[in-house]
């Protein structure tokens, strides 16, 4: 059942630039997409907050006691005002230049990324092992950019889809700080919430926004809103407790596959034979990181430790 779970959220993660690129087609802005996604989703959050009491108890950490002060409520707000609202910012500008499946391919370097700064950062160390999966990944990233021959690329599309890799990395690596001391469905709460309020300023400032867009735009956006945000974030959580974050963070890595596959059903996009063994190199870089985590860790493991992992499947 956890396992299910955890594939069912990274397959709502991994349709959300589908559902993207429909509601572009309809008419629908980046800031209208943005502003509408954020504000349902954190609604929809809250009201589950209320309905199900239980979900803001915060998990136990020996150790690390429960924090719900004032500094700790602040960065996770920040976390989606500043970090969460900037990479969904770039990851669907990026959208309106490139194919789905080739953004969600170069999008998914941000697990190595999140490796590189954990070791700088003096939180892991890197291994010869994990050394020679940053270098297959690094390679197949370049494949993935050399193999596109113009068709569906975009310089400018690539590098705002490298800075939301860059920017979920930083979001990962602050979140890190809180996500122990805060109950996952409060923290979503926060985070959403942080992400609408930048979203609402950005838009009065530059004139307001047009939700007059019609009701395909409005389904398409409703989609990224409760299935790529909401049930993709519930049923992670959910699969999280009954998997351990190795095993869930392994099934994540379906997510860009499930991009690519769909928007080949569905927008009509094809990746070259170079791109697909670059995002295969991609994904088994990510999984043998996965793996590696896996058996150094002990049964008896600090569940501290095992909530550092949820943040990193909440997609874009």
């Known amino acids: 059942m956890g396992a299910a779970l955890c594939l069912l959220s990274a397959a709502c993660f991994g349709a959300m630039a ?18 509408v996604r954020f504000t349902l989703a954190a609604v929809l959050l809250s009201i589950a907050l209320l309905v199900r009491p239980g979900l803001r108890r915060a ?56 490796t590189v700064g954990a070791v700088l950062l003096g939180r892991d160390r890197l291994s010869p092992r994990r050394a020679a999966a ?24 690539a590098l705002l ?14 979140a890190d700080t809180v996500v122990h001391r805060l109950a996952p469905v409060v923290l979503s709460a926060l985070v959403l919430t942080g992400a609408a309020g930048t979203l609402a300023v950005y838009a009065l400032l530059t004139g307001g926004v047009d939700l007059t867009f019609g009701w395909r735009g409005w389904l398409w956006v409703a989609c990224i809103a409760v299935v790529s945000t ?19 963070a392994i099934l994540s890595t379906v997510e860009p596959v ?5 928007a080949t059903l569905f927008l009509g996009e094809n990746l070259t034979v170079v791109q697909l063994v670059g995002g295969a190199l991609v994904l088994s870089s990510v999984v043998v990181l996965q793996l590696r985590s896996a058996r150094v860790r002990r049964p008896s493991r600090d569940p501290a430790r095992d909530d550092v992992a949820e943040p990193t499947a909440v997609a874009p």
């Open 230 to 248: 909401v049930v993709a974030m519930l049923t992670f959580f959910a699969g999280l407790r009954r998997t351990g974050p190795s095993t869930a």
């Open 18 to 35: 589908i559902f993207g690129k429909l509601a572009y087609d309809a008419g629908v802005s980046t800031g209208e997409l943005l502003l």
């Open 258 to 262: 499930v991009t690519a596959v769909l």
């Open 59 to 114: 998990p136990s950490a020996p150790g690390r006691p429960v924090m719900t002060g004032r500094r700790v409520l602040a960065v996770a707000v920040a976390l989606g005002a500043i970090g969460y609202a900037a990479q969904a910012g770039l990851f669907f500008g990026a959208l309106q230049l490139m194919d789905a499946s080739l953004l969600a391919l170069i999008l998914y370097t941000y697990p190595v990324l999140v």
């Open 161 to 174: 889809a490298f800075a939301a890799a860059l920017t979920y990395t930083t979001y990962i690596l602050v």
């Open 134 to 157: 940053l270098v297959g990944a690094s390679g197949g990233t370049l494949l993935v950019l050399l193999g596109a021959g113009g068709v569906g690329f975009h310089p400018l599309g």
